[in-house]
């Protein structure tokens, strides 16, 4: 089966559901738009096999468009809003890109591929247009997942890998049900978003309720009008609600009513207070509308209080695990209280995981395999050498340990990608591959660092004796806007000592790092 039959099964068994939420579109509806999209690209000349790339924020063209280019057999290039014209013209030559659906604003000159107004008016549906044949092992999408300059990585993912992971979100089952509304202000390009807002409301019949913003004012009075009963997010959000709704309780100075309500619950509920605990309760989570039954996270740890706070109040909190090789969660964590510390659960339906290279506590690297794990990198034959065995199981480069219940349990990366607290990813190969060619650099490394607790991208640059802390800034300044602000490095320290490296000439990170916080590179901008 490939995606557009997926959404061809999903209209048969709920045509009358609503879809687009906002817009009131109901599944049967969209799929008429997806038809009209797909005679306007054709128009345009997009044809079977053409690799077309998608850059939106979250409105209604964007799962119009991608239905619409698999319809016409096409590949999708999922492109993150935050990048440069550099990086997607980059992007665009890699994958041999042909045309870029996108919002008007995106648009600027480029001799790389084609712009096409992805909110662009359709006409009707075309009869003689066929849905194309499409093996369910021919690529529906390709995302990069190491940067977009240099040697990047760039996933490709299957219709097989796609519908499989959607299956696999079935393990969800007790919280979701067909006609429930599903909270849509992740960014769809992202694997987390893509998950959990197209593949997981395909699957149940749940209607999207899409928000391209992150504007709070908007996101409340979404949740106030329409009333979500699933709410995805990154943890810091979550932690950002927690922290806020703790604040508006202690302005009221009823946080110590609240705070002993939450620690007594169980035994208040047996003594048949269950009645003045849910009125206490219902304040916080009219928050979110009133309705939300499950809170989903993804893209980073949570952190147990915050976990343990949503789940007091008796919300349902998933914890997902997954990477872009992997469709997003291959793992989910089943709610309780008390989890312990950065547990996600287990594998999903049709997955399988093993620890390796286990240490004295138990911790070792996290390899997968199972239905949703990608083929490999796009003609790249040495990284895949370097994250497949023979058995076919994948490298994912965490540290996990697993509990007697069969929860993995984060422990580290192995692999030096950064991890904002945005849940955004960034790669150091991608930046040091920039920095190390301005002149008077002899050797550079980043890597994750704290800078009053927030996640930064640090680096340390080892330096030639003339160069100066201003002259290095401003070359990095100029460098940063190459890519991405989010990727921007605006805290390094500068050494003119050689970095520590390895026998095959590799920096070490980790050394480099302790070096930092033991204070040997006292040069530095913070």
């Known amino acids: 089966m490939n995606m557009f039959q997926f959404l061809e099964n999903t209209v048969k068994k709920w045509p009358d559901v609503l879809y687009l939420v906002r817009e009131e579109v109901t599944y049967s509806a969209f799929l008429e738009l997806v038809k009209r999209r797909a005679a306007t690209l054709h128009d345009a000349g997009v044809k079977s096999g053409d690799v077309v790339g998608i850059l939106s924020h979250n409105i209604p063209s964007f799962p119009i468009t991608l239905f619409a280019i698999w319809y016409l057999g096409g590949r999708v290039l999922l492109l993150d809003t935050n990048l440069t014209p550099f990086e997607y013209d980059n992007m665009a030559q890699i994958t041999k890109c042909s045309f870029v659906c ?63 992971c959607a299956n696999s979100l079935l393990d ?6 067909a006609g429930d509304i599903m909270y849509g202000f992740l ?70 009513l609240f705070s002993f309500v939450m620690k007594n619950a169980g035994w208040l509920r047996k003594i048949g207070l269950g009645r003045v605990i849910d009125a206490i309760y219902k304040p916080v989570l009219d928050v979110f509308g009133g309705r939300a039954k499950l809170l989903v996270a993804g893209g980073a740890a949570t952190k147990p209080e915050i976990e343990n706070f949503f789940v007091a109040l008796g919300l349902g909190f998933i914890q997902g695990y997954g990477m872009t090789e992997t469709v997003g969660p291959i793992c989910i964590s089943k709610p309780c209280k008390g989890r312990v510390p950065f547990a996600f659960g287990g594998p999903t339906t049709n997955n399988i995981v093993e620890i390796r290279d286990k240490n004295a506590d138990g911790v070792g690297i996290l390899w997968l395999k199972g239905n949703q794990v990608f083929g490999g990198y796009l003609n790249n034959e040495e990284a895949n050498k370097g994250v497949f065995d023979e058995r076919g199981f994948f490298n994912t480069g965490d540290m996990v340990s697993m509990d007697k219940n069969g929860e993995l349990h984060f422990a580290g990366r192995k692999k030096q990608v950064i991890v904002l607290d945005s849940g955004k990813n960034v790669y150091p190969d991608e930046l040091e591959g920039l920095f190390i060619t301005i002149p008077g650099v002899k050797n550079v490394a980043v890597f994750e660092h704290k800078i009053k607790d927030k996640t930064v991208a640090y680096g340390v640059f080892s330096v030639d004796a003339g160069m100066t802390i201003e002259k290095l800034g401003a070359a990095i300044a100029a460098a940063n806007k190459k890519v991405a602000s989010y990727k921007w490095v605006t805290h390094f320290a500068m050494t003119t000592d050689d970095l520590p490296m390895t026998s095959t000439q590799k920096v070490k990170h980790h050394m480099v790092r302790q070096n930092l916080i033991d204070g040997k590179y006292p040069i530095c901008k913070e």
């Open 102 to 164: 996108a919002e008007k604003s995106f648009f600027y000159k480029t001799d790389k591929f084609t712009f096409i107004d992805i909110t662009t008016a359709d006409g009707d549906v075309n009869p003689k247009l066929k849905p194309a044949k499409l093996d369910d092992k021919d690529i529906a999408t390709l995302s990069f997942t190491s940067g977009s300059t240099g040697t990047p990585k760039v996933v490709p993912l299957t219709h097989y890998n796609l519908v499989e």
């Open 187 to 256: 960014p769809m390009y992202h694997v987390f978003g893509f998950a959990v807002e197209i593949l997981a409301t395909l699957q149940y019949g749940a209607g999207v309720l899409l928000q391209p913003t992150v504007n709070p004012k908007e996101i409340m009075a979404d949740l106030k009008k329409y009333r979500p009963h699933v709410i995805p997010a990154v943890p810091r959000l979550f932690e950002v609600f927690r922290n806020k709704i703790i604040d508006g309780i202690k302005s009221k100075h009823k946080w110590w």
């Open 172 to 177: 969800m089952h007790e919280y979701i049900t």
